[in-house]
Structures are given as structure tokens and as C-alpha cells.
């Protein structure tokens, strides 16, 4: 095995089946579309070769059946209704769905209401088209639990069964908000509105919409106050129907907030009183402002290394980094560099992968780069660098990061209390041509809005380290 040069990154990370029924097809059509998932180890990809509803008694279904890409594997995913079909959530342990992926000689991955929960997921349902995402567990050839993430399908299919209106044809619906005098009517207001609180699902706006025209349908708010509320959906009939917006952000202000809700062309408002509370943390959650620094250590030593955002950029590639200098405490005189940009709402990190073990001169690429951090991800998402290979004396390794979205919300590291952070697990990968990937090193960073990087640790083998912030000063 290869000596990875963990002493850089502990310096800051240098920072087909179906239960087998009878069913009337009400207008198979054969589809063409493509679908793909991730296990802990792998990127699975196909092409989805049909998409149908069947109707089995009072329950449709849909079913999108294809195979791998290199043709070796089955791919099945079953949705299950009472109704027709529309955007939303569906549930194995509602009985809404189940997925199997199998080759010809053992079933790969099963999931469904007796293995745990799954979860899939429709985005779009028109214009004879599905397209949607899922996750969740599933059971692998050996009987263990494994968890899919990064599901995703788009799939042409016939929706002229799928029930009065239910995407029938595709259409959008058309219609009017209840409103007078530019208020919405009726309006009603659910949950707990607090500056500086995260909002839930129970913080919710039902509002009135007099439809005219079935179809799907998209309703929102603009944003106030860091604040906004939407709902996607399908109308299967014409007349009065009550829509439940949900609502997302942190309120960054108290006192009464006026909101526009918008539905095809129609608007109305509403107002929302927020109660007065703490004020949620600006800034970015990996502040790069020149002259800003942090000072980590450990409990037996505070202050054992200090990073500073020197404000000098390097190119790479096409790429423009800010240059952070990490040195011990006291100062060595010999920093370390590493490298980070935000372009939008991405934190991006470059990485040289010498620093990763590999005899000189055997490597695919010089360096990388990847997301190291997603402030707008749900907790449980997971992304994943460029692979890379390079050789220790005759063998090839090949080598990548994935980095999942453990928690959001407050936090205490190094005895401080954080009001808003996000917790981020690195896990490096590493395989040979005799080997799966395997992890050898994982990594959890923490990071606060406003503030930056509080929290880091690493574990590999039997040892590990761990670090938290000191003080700091952004500027």
C-alpha cells in the first residue's frame, strides 16, 4: 500500500421482479429514456428500454424497465397509486414503490417496503414524459443493507391512462388565485415564524386557486426576508381547489413580511409575521476575504497551526484559486499552500495528487479539483471527485473522494456553540486491479456560516487526529 502523505491534509485537508399479478396494460408504449444510481463504491448507468401504467384492480402502476450500459444488468423501478399519477413523493414503506436491479445469475440490489425505506421521487410528469430521482436502502446479493444515492430516470411514457387529468396530454393547468383587492382569499397561515430559525414543513401558506383547465402546475412566492413558499403539482379537475405551499430559508429579520404568491400570471399577497429572535449568521460558510486567519489545535494544544487567506490567487488549469498559507504555531516560516474558489454557490478545492503517495511520474493527472462543499445540499447527498490513477513500484492504484452531507443546524465544537453549520464527510477511495475501492482515510469537516472552517478530523488505519477552532478574525 501506498504512503499517502496524510501530514498535508491533517494540516487543515490542506482544508425483475414485481410480485407477480394480473393486470390489464392500458397502452403500453414502448420509451426510450436513461437512469443511473451510486452505491457506496460505483456509478451504475443504463438506458430505460419501455415506460407503461398498468391498472391492477383499483391501483395503477408504473413501471420502467431497463438495462446497464454495457447490457449485463436488469434495471426495474415500480411506482404504485391509487389515482393517477403526479408529482411527489412515493414511498416503499407506503407501499408507493420498489426497485430491483439484477443480471441474469443473482438480483444486484432490491428494495422495497421490507428492507427499509426508499424513496423515490417525481420532478416532472408531462408531455408524455417522467423524469425523477430516488435513494434509500437497499438489500444486496449478500443479504446487507447498502444505501443508493444519486438516483435519477427521465423516460418517455404513455400517460393517456393515468387518470381524468393526471398528466393527461401533459398540459399546464391554467386558472385563477382567490384574491380581492391584490390580497389572496382565503389565506391561511401554519407553524411558528422566528428570525433566525431555519423554516420546516410545518411552516406552510394554503391558498385558494380556481382552476380552469386541469394540468401541472407551479406555484410560488418570491423570496422576502431569506423566506419563500412553493408547491408543484397536478390539477386532475377544474374548480376550487386549496394548495398547501411549503416553506424553505431563515428568516433573517422580525416584524410583519409581505409576500407575493404567483400562479401563470395571476399574483396575489399575503402577509407573515416573523417573532423576534436571533439573527442568522451572514457571510459564507468558507470565507476567503485577504487577511482573514484561523487558529486550530487540540486540547492539550491550542493553538498548534494557523491558516490565513493570504490574498494571492494561482492559476491552474483555466482556474483562478485563492492562495491560503497554513503554518505551525509558532511560526515555522515554512507554509503550506492550498487552494480554493467559490464561482456561485460552490466551494471548490484543488488538490495536487503527488501529495497522495504515487511514485513520481505515474500519475494520470497533476492535480484536481472537486466540490468540497454545497451549502444549498440536503443532508444525505452525496457528490463525488474526478478519479485518478497511479502506480507504487508494478501496481496501479486508482483513487477518488465522495463527500456526503451528514447535518445542518447548530453545533458545539471546541466548547463554542455555532448557530449554523454544515457537517461534511470525506471518504477517500483507493482500488487496484486485484481490489474494489475501498476507503483508507476518512475526514469530517465542519463548517459555520459566517465563520468558516470550526471543526476537523480525520481517522485512517488505527490512528486519527482531531482539531477545532481557536480563535479567528474574518474580515
Known sequence: MKNFKIACFILLASFFFSCQKEYSVDGALTSAGTWQFNDAAKLFTGNIDSGYIQTTGTTKSISLIGKSTDGQQNFLLHLYATDSFTVGTYKASLFQSDFQYYSQSKNIYQADQFIGEFIVTVTALANNTITGIFSGDAED???AIKPL???????????????????MGGGTAAGTLGASAGTCTPVTNAGIYTQGIALTAANTVTVQVNVTSPGSYSIATNTVNGVNFSKLGIFSATGTNSVILIGSGTPSLSGVQNFTVTFGGNTCNFPITFLAGTPPPIGDYFPTTTGSFWAYGNTSRPDSFL?????????IGSMIYTVFATDT??????????YYRKPGILYYENLATEDFGFDPGTLSIANFEYVF??????VGDTARSPS???????????????????????????GKSYPDVIKVKYEYYESSPTSTPAIYLTEERWFAKG????????????GGVTYALGRYKVL
Do not use: E, Q
Not at 470550526?454 to 488505519?461: C, L, Q, T, V
Open 141 to 143: 446479493s449478500t443479504g
Open 149 to 167: 444515492t444519486l438516483g435519477k430516470f427521465t423516460s418517455r411514457i404513455n400517460l393517456s391512462s393515468n387518470g381524468t387529468g393526471g398528466g
Open 307 to 315: 491558516v490565513t487567506a493570504t490574498g494571492r490567487s494561482k492559476t
Open 329 to 338: 504555531l509558532p511560526a515555522s516560516g515554512s507554509t503550506f499552500d492550498s
Open 373 to 378: 462543499l454545497n451549502d444549498t445540499a440536503k
Open 388 to 414: 485518478f490513477t497511479g502506480k507504487v513500484g508494478t501496481v496501479t492504484y486508482t483513487d477518488y473522494l465522495k463527500t456526503t452531507i451528514l447535518a445542518k443546524g447548530p453545533a458545539v465544537s471546541g
Open 451 to 462: 465563520i468558516g472552517l470550526i471543526y476537523n478530523s480525520f481517522k485512517g488505519g488505527s
